[in-house]
């Protein structure tokens, strides 16, 4: 148990150093790509996921207090929970709010640099927010789902 702990931490440490390495690299160089499918455009934000609610600098304030609560929620999930893939979800999601509360600590607002244009320009941190959520909900569903061995 205490492995895979430290399997799924490395993990979440990983997912954010990608995050907090792609950011600095971008806005290091500024980088500004074109491509047919996706762009790298460099970008910041005050906003919260996808640039939602962004340039409110209280939101920002708002956005730092609620990362703090959320992951010392997500922090007492992972230490209660049972399913190996669901505390991956939990650590998966504390990274991507790591990444983006780094961000604002340090910045005062969020480095987005994904650009798809059909979609808000995102970072790492905002993917791994999303993934982890979707993970979770599987697993919430597939708990829920009747086993075969209850059906006659």
Do not use: C
């Not at 990983?14 to 600095?24: A, E, P, V, Y």
């Not at 604002?104 to 979609?119: L, Q, S, T």
């Not at 320009?121 to 979707?134: E, K, Q, R």
């Amino acid at each position: 148990m205490v492995e895979n702990n430290k399997l799924i931490f490395t993990l979440g440490l990983i997912i954010l150093f990608l995050d907090q390495f792609t950011k600095q690299l971008v806005k290091s160089f500024s980088v500004n790509t074109s491509g047919h499918f996706v762009d790298i455009t460099f970008t910041t934000n005050t906003g919260s996921l996808f640039s939602l609610f962004a340039g409110a600098s209280l939101v920002n304030i708002i956005f730092i207090v609620l990362s703090l609560f959320a992951i010392g929620i997500l922090i007492y999930l992972f230490n209660e929970e049972k399913i190996f893939l669901r505390k991956i979800s939990y650590i998966i999601i504390v990274s991507g709010i790591l990444g983006n509360f780094i961000d604002r600590i340090i910045y005062g607002k969020v480095i987005d640099f994904i650009n798809f244009h059909f979609w808000p320009i995102f970072n790492l941190a905002d993917s791994a927010l999303f993934i982890g959520v979707i993970i979770s909900l599987i697993t919430l569903i597939k708990e829920k789902e009747p086993s075969n061995n209850s059906k006659r």
